[in-house]
């Protein structure tokens, strides 16, 4: 009888889980629109609700009547009051972002750096920030946990950082001091792995099931791969590193290094300088290379372009992906000339593998990596809302 009892506890515990990850990642839905989605009945539905609605987790309200057609169904929404703390620490600032459930963000920050951050620096800055919020932004918010986005090598098993080169982070463990310093669960994983999911549920590849995701930041160029619905992240977690990939450029006058990888090639810190921008987020590099005077940044742009289509088209003729996505630096590149960067990618790719490619910049711009982030915090409480509740 008690094996009956805990099958099915456990069997709400799933369902409660299905109902809060549909509000949260689709968006409102009607009682009835969760009934058909879930394939549960209505009563069942309704008591998973109020138990939501209970522990703060959704809100009900009533439809417009003068909208409906007959007996209108209350609509359940993810509560914007449940947060998670997205962070993204790079070389030269660190990005902060409360995001609530239903992927909206509460509040963003952007600390900028005069030199890179050690694990200590880091934690002690987003600690300060988000203690800050608590008192102000965030007042009345429960908090679900932190989400930490690397430029660098992460290991899946435990979170540990193994490699952030550009940080100059080796075997570093931040989770630990910063969950002492917030008293919140923390999880840690690569930037752009986190990016493609973000991307994948919430922006401009929700309709895709293969993706390719390439996230271009301070620190260089990563990756995420989505093949069949799935992250791909290899043996250790440690897969996607394409900006180590080498382009084979054979043009001397394309090559900025003589044997440089791809992200020596296609490099944020070469568009800065060419825009004579000293410091500032993708925003600001956008702008000022679209108003920097004479041809050094719009050569830098077009040489970027070029070797950044040549890698793009080994990525699709190897695993043939229905989405491109390209975030951050790399985002900017396409955007200069869409239609023109795409043609390109299409021209050097197998005619067959590109049918049907689509390739876009991040839909979520500056935000992708703070939401990415914030998700891998908020999977606990997506997978079993009744496991904790949030502080």
């Given at each position: 009888?008690?094996?009956?009892?805990?099958?099915?506890?456990?069997?709400?515990?799933?369902?409660?889980?299905?109902?809060?990850?549909?509000?949260?990642?689709?968006?409102?839905?009607?009682?009835?629109?969760?009934?058909?989605?879930?394939?549960?009945?209505?009563?069942?539905?309704?008591?998973?609700?109020?138990?939501?609605?209970?522990?703060?987790?959704?809100?009900?309200?009533?439809?417009?009547?003068?909208?409906?057609?007959?007996?209108?169904?209350?609509?359940?929404?993810?509560?914007?009051?449940?947060?998670?703390?997205?962070?993204?620490?790079?070389?030269?600032?660190?990005?902060?972002?409360?995001?609530?459930?239903?992927?909206?963000?509460?509040?963003?920050?952007?600390?900028?750096?005069?030199?890179?951050?050690?694990?200590?620096?880091?934690?002690?800055?987003i600690a300060d920030l988000v203690t800050r919020w608590r008192s102000e932004e965030l007042v009345g918010c429960r908090i679900v946990g932190v989400g930490v986005?690397?430029?660098?090598?992460?290991?899946?098993?435990?979170?540990?950082?193994?490699?952030?080169?550009?940080?100059?982070?080796?075997?570093?463990?931040?989770?630990?001091?910063?969950?002492?310093?917030?008293?919140?669960?923390?999880?840690?994983?690569?930037?752009?792995?986190?990016?493609?999911?973000?991307?994948?549920?919430?922006?401009?590849?929700?309709?895709?099931?293969?993706?390719?995701?390439?996230?271009?930041?301070?620190?260089?160029?990563?990756?995420?791969?989505?093949?069949?619905?799935?992250?791909?992240?290899?043996?250790?977690?440690?897969?996607?590193?394409?900006?180590?990939?080498?382009?084979?450029?054979?043009?001397?006058?394309?090559?900025?290094?003589?044997?440089?990888?791809?992200?020596?090639?296609?490099?944020?810190?070469?568009?800065?300088?060419?825009?004579?921008?000293?410091?500032?987020?993708?925003?600001?590099?956008?702008?000022?290379?679209?108003?920097?005077?004479?041809?050094?940044?719009?050569?830098?742009?077009?040489?970027?372009?070029?070797?950044?289509?040549?890698?793009?088209?080994?990525?699709?003729?190897?695993?043939?992906?229905?989405?491109?996505?390209?975030?951050?630096?790399?985002?900017?590149?396409?955007?200069?000339?869409?239609?023109?960067?795409?043609a390109d990618v299409r021209e050097r790719s197998l005619a067959v593998a590109a049918e049907g490619l689509e390739i876009a910049s991040a839909a979520l711009g500056?935000?992708?990596?703070?939401?990415?982030?914030?998700?891998?915090?908020?999977?606990?409480?997506?997978?079993?809302?009744?496991?904790?509740?949030?502080?």
């Amino acid at each position: 009888m008690k094996e009956r009892a805990t099958a099915v506890e456990a069997v709400r515990r799933t369902n409660l889980g299905e109902v809060l990850r549909l509000v949260h990642r689709h968006g409102p839905r009607s009682r009835s629109l969760l009934t058909a989605e879930t394939g549960l009945n209505r009563s069942t539905v309704a008591d998973l609700v109020t138990a939501l609605a209970e522990r703060g987790l959704v809100t009900e309200q009533e439809p417009d009547a003068n909208k409906r057609v007959g007996r209108p169904s209350p609509v359940v929404t993810a509560s914007a009051d449940v947060v998670a703390i997205g962070v993204n620490p790079e070389v030269d600032a660190i990005e902060v972002g409360a995001v609530s459930l239903g992927g909206g963000l509460r509040a963003r920050a952007r600390i900028e750096l005069t030199d890179v951050p050690a694990v200590a620096d880091a934690v002690a800055t987003i600690a300060d920030l988000v203690t800050r919020w608590r008192s102000e932004e965030l007042v009345g918010c429960r908090i679900v946990g932190v989400g930490v986005a690397v430029p660098g090598l992460v290991r899946a098993s435990d979170g540990l950082v193994r490699l952030a080169p550009h940080l100059g982070w080796r075997d570093e463990d931040i989770a630990t001091p910063l969950a002492e310093a917030l008293g919140l669960p923390v999880t840690v994983d690569n930037d752009a792995s986190l990016g493609a999911r973000a991307e994948h549920l919430f922006g401009a590849a929700r309709e895709h099931t293969d993706v390719i995701y390439l996230n271009g930041g301070a620190s260089g160029i990563g990756g995420g791969v989505i093949l069949d619905g799935t992250l791909i992240r290899g043996a250790g977690g440690y897969a996607g590193e394409w900006g180590q990939t080498r382009p084979g450029i054979a043009n001397e006058a394309h090559r900025r290094t003589h044997d440089g990888v791809l992200e020596d090639e296609v490099n944020r810190a070469r568009l800065m300088a060419a825009a004579t921008l000293v410091a500032g987020d993708d925003d600001a590099l956008a702008a000022a290379l679209s108003g920097a005077p004479g041809p050094t940044a719009d050569e830098e742009v077009v040489r970027q372009r070029r070797v950044l289509a040549a890698t793009i088209s080994n990525a699709v003729n190897a695993l043939n992906p229905s989405m491109i996505v390209l975030g951050g630096f790399l985002g900017i590149l396409r955007d200069r000339d869409p239609e023109g960067f795409d043609a390109d990618v299409r021209e050097r790719s197998l005619a067959v593998a590109a049918e049907g490619l689509e390739i876009a910049s991040a839909a979520l711009g500056l935000d992708r990596l703070l939401i990415g982030a914030a998700e891998a915090a908020f999977a606990e409480l997506l997978a079993d809302p009744l496991t904790s509740r949030p502080q």
